[in-house]
């Protein structure tokens, strides 16, 4: 009986020495190939640093995520053409070693500057969303249950504090939830025990406030629209940033880590 214990205990040891001498042979049979041998030569010109998220107080600034050159998968790829070529390149994304992911309990009141572009949080505001929709301008708009719309042209964002799970359920079954909480709105800690990004303007656009609302504009602003905005003072704050270079985009895309 121990016989065939210590038999069986043989072989096993056989096997994984050989299945572990194979993989180096491999490996080592890998790095000789002239297709690994280009890839190792270029891999260092396509790695990206991730940018790392700031903290301060119960604020934080998103981090951006970078990317590094998937050698194996690069070179499977290319192998099974026999040639080098970078449109075969697979890239692995970079997590921030201080990232949003590691602190959704606190409060993302701005987006990476690096991204060069803004994002719209709207209230109610018939006139401001029909432009915004009529000249492709992204937007991301405060509902309640009433106001879901399942082929919505904005990113809808929960904002129902009587029925917050009605709205969920809308959102979670067209797969249009986002997570993001604005806490002006909704209780600070209600939202983190369900989970979500926590959100807070950087600044707003009232009926009365363009000289500075275009004055606060800087990359990573998320600008609150009111109800009471006015339509010709919210294209001057288009135009504003239009002429700072920036990008508009949906609030989830400026608070997300990954690169757009």
């Known amino acids: 009986m121990m016989k065939k214990i210590y038999k069986s205990i043989g072989l096993a040891t056989i096997m994984l020495f050989s299945f572990y001498y194979t993989e180096k042979i491999a490996i080592l049979m890998q790095n000789k190939s002239p297709i690994m041998q280009n890839i190792n030569e270029v891999a260092d010109n396509y790695e990206v640093n991730a940018t790392n998220a700031s903290i301060e107080g119960d604020y934080i600034i998103p981090g951006i995520r970078g990317k590094k050159l998937n050698k194996t998968k690069s070179y499977v790829n290319m192998k099974s053409f026999g040639v080098f070529n970078e449109y075969y390149f697979v890239f692995d994304e970079v997590k921030p070693t201080i990232s949003l992911e590691d602190n959704v309990d606190k409060i993302i009141k701005k987006g990476n500057g690096n991204k ?16 915004l929709e009529e000249n492709k301008i992204a937007g991301s708009i405060l509902i309640k249950e009433g106001d879901y719309q399942k082929n919505s042209y904005f990113e809808q964002i929960n904002n129902d504090g009587e029925k917050y799970s009605n709205v969920e359920s809308l959102l979670n079954k067209n797969e249009h939830n986002k997570n993001i909480c604005y806490i002006k709105s909704l209780n600070p800690d209600f939202c983190k025990k ?7 303007e950087t600044f707003f656009l009232s009926g009365s406030n363009i000289v500075e609302a275009k004055r606060n504009i800087t990359s990573g602003s998320i600008i609150l629209i009111k109800e009471t905005a006015k339509l010709e003072e919210f294209k001057l704050l288009v135009k504003e940033i239009n002429f700072k270079g920036l990008s508009i985009v949906s609030l989830s895309d400026l608070i997300t880590e990954k690169k757009i």
């Open 194 to 200: 369900n989970h979500k990004f926590l959100v807070e």
């Open 116 to 131: 060069k572009a803004v994002a719209f949080l709207l209230e109610n505001n018939s006139d401001i969303k029909n432009y």
